[in-house]
Nanobody
């Protein structure tokens, strides 16, 4: 089992920044790919960003590319999502997720799919006001 706890959400004005954190516990963090998804009211959960275990590959939704940055610190068992130039349409509950992914086990396309992830956090609310 892997437990994931998100933090760092809140209310911010358009154009502002937030940094989300995802603290993991329970298994060897470096064996897991990490992803961020979000869900706005009335909408399906959507992929935001992902990073592989070695930090050599990152993946982004087109809607956040150039504004958001995913990173991880394997020594601290923590993944991050730096969100800059926030827009009202970024308002959502943001979820951290972990996928068991030994080296070479995940095809690039799989990082974008929520079905690839084994563990989920409880979510943190991000609200961007206009």
């Amino acid at each position: 089992q892997v437990q994931l706890v998100e933090s760092g959400g809140g209310l911010v004005q358009a154009g502002g920044s937030l940094r989300l954190s995802c603290a993991a516990s329970g298994r060897t963090f470096s064996n897991y790919a990490m992803g961020w998804f979000r869900q706005a009211p009335g909408k399906e959960r959507e992929f935001v960003a992902a990073i592989n275990w070695s930090r050599t590959s990152t993946f982004y939704a087109d809607s956040v590319k150039g504004r958001f940055t995913i990173s991880r610190d394997n020594a601290k068992n923590t993944a991050y999502l730096q969100m800059n130039s926030l827009k009202p349409e970024d308002t959502a509950v943001y979820y951290c997720a972990a996928a068991y992914a030994p080296p070479g086990s995940l095809h690039s396309a799989q990082y974008y799919l929520y079905q690839s992830y084994d563990y989920w956090g409880q979510g943190t609310q991000v609200t961007v006001s206009s």
